[in-house]
């Protein structure tokens, strides 16, 4: 039975599907967009925003909580101090995503997942 089970599999075991959402978030701070298919940035998602949330009191229990998912130095600094200080006043919804339509050689949806407020460089204009 499923009772009590939330989140997808992603045709994935447990560790294998932590470690790619852990890489997804960490490209997501890294970039401030990525593509990706459109069920991952459903589930991708949730965990930025959990981790928005948690930096956003910078305490060195909330470091340690993020880093356990980020494991970039570097992008846990760039979290504490960029990105979370501009979702300070946002009580939720740190992220939004634009669906993209159907890739060519599986048919699986597309869909680019950013986060609120990002400006693309001008080459990408």
């Known amino acids: 039975m ?9 045709g994935r075991t447990t560790a294998h599907k932590e470690a790619l959402l852990a890489n997804l978030a960490t490209a ?5 967009r990525i593509r ?15 981790l928005i ?4 009191e910078d305490t060195v229990h909330a470091r340690r909580m ?18 979370a200080p501009e979702f300070r006043e946002r009580p939720g919804g740190y992220t939004q995503i634009y669906h993209l339509g159907i890739r060519a050689n599986d048919g699986a ?9 990002y400006e693309p460089p001008e080459e990408e204009k």
Not at 2 to 10: F, Q
């Open 2 to 10: 499923n009772h009590r089970k939330h989140g997808r599999k992603l």
């Open 109 to 117: 949806p597309m869909s680019f997942i950013q986060l609120v407020g």
């Open 36 to 50: 990706t298919t459109l069920t991952k940035s459903k589930e991708l998602r949730g965990v930025v925003d959990r």
């Open 66 to 83: 993020v880093a356990r998912v980020i494991r970039d130095k570097e992008i846990v600094k760039k979290l504490f101090s960029e990105i």
């Open 28 to 32: 997501l701070f890294r970039h401030g």
């Open 53 to 56: 949330t948690k930096a956003k």
